[in-house]
């Protein structure tokens, strides 16, 4: 036998063997059902131990102004439609319908009322750090973040997680998805009360801002696990008492 022969009979290398998608996919599914369940709990003791607080939180918004203590949203959630990359859904004219959707499930969320009630419409929008709507208690709540608070009912519910990125308004979540490239990926997971951006970023008060955030969800979004979020969870606190934190 020739050496060509011999050469072109062994048998061909093999490629570098990847995992199935099937089975990253369950795995995935696996570490989010695990997320989720973390989630839960923390915000079910977290409800009973703050129970006696936010009772006092509830009196002080009451008696400091006229209106509601509590204050409710829409916010844009998570995005559960399965997205197939074909051109079939084109010719069903189904992309025109997603093009115009809020880009994931709006809920209600809940949060403590920080605000004077305002008696005329004044759209979505941002609140700014000196904003002369905030009430003296309002102040006080939106500095040590208790104001969220309330949101841990909508963990309960289903409708965030305490980790993950913070949920927009509708109105507002358009025009930042027509303007941010991969905007809409952030609606891949629940929101959350607390998140990678918020500590690593304070309030935002630039389109920059929102940028920096934005890259800060995604990143979460890519390596997101049950030990991710515990972290985030033991990071919020020293932010809520004040304290910068950066962790890049």
Known sequence: MSPVIRWTTKPAARGPVFARPGRVNRAAKRGDRARRALNVVVAAVSLVFLAPLL?????????SSPGPVL???????????????????????GSDRRRTDSGGKVFT??????????????????????????????????????????????VLRGEMNIVGPRPE????????????TDY???????????????????????????????????????????????????LTVPVVLGRKVFYH
Do not use: C
């Open 55 to 63: 009772l006092v939180i509830a009196a002080a918004v009451k008696l």
């Open 71 to 93: 204050f409710t949203q829409e916010r844009v959630g998570v995005d559960q439609r399965r997205r197939p990359r074909d051109r079939r859904g084109s010719k069903r004219g």
């Open 109 to 154: 969320i809940y949060k403590l009322r920080t605000m004077y009630v305002s008696q005329g419409e004044t759209g979505q929008v941002w609140a700014q750090k000196d904003d002369p709507r905030i009430t003296p208690v309002g102040r006080v709540l939106r500095a040590l973040r208790f104001d969220e608070l309330p949101q841990l009912w909508n």
């Open 169 to 180: 308004q509708p109105e507002i979540f358009r025009h930042l998805r027509s303007e941010i």
């Open 184 to 234: 809409q990926r952030r609606q891949e997971v629940l929101p959350g009360i607390t998140g990678w951006a918020q500590i690593n970023n304070g309030y935002d008060q630039t389109f920059w801002d929102v940028e920096r955030k934005v890259n800060y969800d995604l990143e979460y979004v890519r390596r997101r696990s049950t030990l991710e979020d515990l972290k985030i969870m033991v």
